[in-house]
């Protein structure tokens, strides 16, 4: 690491994600974008002068260059394992968007390698570290609504022109739940602080052979269950529902919204208090995660207790187990 304290990151794939992460580094201090890389030298190029970044490489170059601390993996999902397997192996720190690969092999493969070669790495679900999110997961820890028994989310939108190629390619390993099933299901792992022990699912598939429509009903160790409907090409409600012993809180514009809505019943019927809780989230939502890379790879953690890689395989192994009830394979695996 340089005596600077600046963390100095290269970007792998120059592509929607990877520009706007481009700005938020910005927004960030000690946090400096050096590089990316394409495996188009044009785009490489184009993308380095719209973010006045030095240096534009091939995806070799980039993991050879010394300056680079950390690169993150902004491809599409069927490349996450072999470009961070590149980095890793080059002695680069890693951020893998999310899904952090296709499957758990995978992702086993490149967790082993981070820690055999005492490398940080973390998948980029940028919702777990927004403070609204994490003062729900305080409300429900603290039993503001009693036990928490049930959680009911929608999360479905239509998808734009940007995203819709990815999304609809088996060959990208596209598909709802890799590119935003993800969302939801990670978002309960990290509010109850657990794994689902049972599952059960269903999809609905495309003309091209990857899910549309997924739903997935989870029970948790502590019993909790619950049902998550998604969809790449549906407006949903997009909201969460949480039910409780004692009442139930109610989160519109689920994920990233700012407000939230406490009823508490007390075991009746009857609402008896209504509480709305208001938390600020800052206007570009990645800063957060910007911040516990930093504050991990200087204080020498090779993991986000956020999201630790041993959570991030589980729920990659929950993935598997829903595609394989679907008999849904990738091309390529
Ligand atoms: N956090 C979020 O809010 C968020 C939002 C959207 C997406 N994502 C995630 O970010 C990642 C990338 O998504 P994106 O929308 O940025 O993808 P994208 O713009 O479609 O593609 C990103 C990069 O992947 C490579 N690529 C794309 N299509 C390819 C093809 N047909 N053949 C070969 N290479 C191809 C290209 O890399 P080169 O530049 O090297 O050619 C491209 O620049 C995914 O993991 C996705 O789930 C996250």
Redesign the pocket.
Known sequence: MNDRKVLRWGI???????N?MAGSLTAVPNNKLIAV????AV??KEFADRHNVKNFYN?HEIVNDPDIDIIYV????N??FENAKLALEHGKHVLI???FTVNAREARVLANIARENKLFLME?I?TRFLPSINLLKSKLLNGEIGIVKQINISYGKFVGP??E??LK?P??AGGVT??MGIYPISMVCYLLGEIPINIKSMTRFSDLGVDEISNYMFRFPSGCLAIICTSYNLEMKNEAVFYGSKGFIEFPQFQKGERFVINIHDGTNDIKDTIEVFEKNHIDGFIYQIEEVYNCIMNGKLESDTIPLNETIGIMDLMDKMRAEWGFVYPFE
């Open positions: 792998m794939g120059a592509g929607n994600i990877g706007r890389a394409s495996k188009s785009k490489a995806y902004a491809t599409t999902h490349f996450h968007e999310k899904a980029a940028w940007d995203y190629k990815r390619d060959a990208l890799l590119d």
